[in-house]
């Protein structure tokens, strides 16, 4: 991970004298061996993998809400909330239930980002995530 992150932040780094370092010309034109500061790399390494982890908790999510949808007999989430207003009233009442149950999740999981970047939560697994997350019997 450590080099992969290096990688994306500093394309043109390379191990020079044992140390992650890259070159790059100074005022006249000199190159000079600039070292890179582990403490950064490590800030930085931890920054991606926030992202990386947030990115991924909205996928998680997203793919729960589907899952859940397709379990009732609809394509996606946004499917079984495009009913509302439907004239039959089965319909409409699930669209809704969704609808709701949907806003809570984003809801709490807008919150838990949150924490999540301000180093107030670590990054839960999967299963603790789906667990974590409003549940839909609750707007039945």
Known sequence: MRNDAIRRL???????????AFTAPDESGIE???HLDD?????????IQLEDGIKSVSRIV?????????????DTIYTAV??????????NS??????NW???????????QTKLQNAQRTMPTDAELI??????????
């Open 10 to 20: 500093y394309p043109e780094a390379e191990t020079i004298r044992g140390a992650i």
């Open 32 to 34: 000079s061996i600039i």
């Open 39 to 47: 403490t950064l790399i490590q800030q930085e390494i931890m920054k």
């Open 62 to 74: 997203q793919h729960h809400l589907d899952t859940t949808a397709k379990e009732w007999g609809y």
């Open 82 to 91: 495009g009913y509302i207003g439907d004239p039959d009233p089965a319909f």
């Open 94 to 99: 699930e669209a809704i239930m969704f609808r």
């Open 102 to 112: 949907r806003s809570a999740v984003w809801v709490y999981v807008n919150a838990e």
């Open 131 to 140: 667990a974590e997350l409003p549940s839909l019997d609750t707007y039945k």
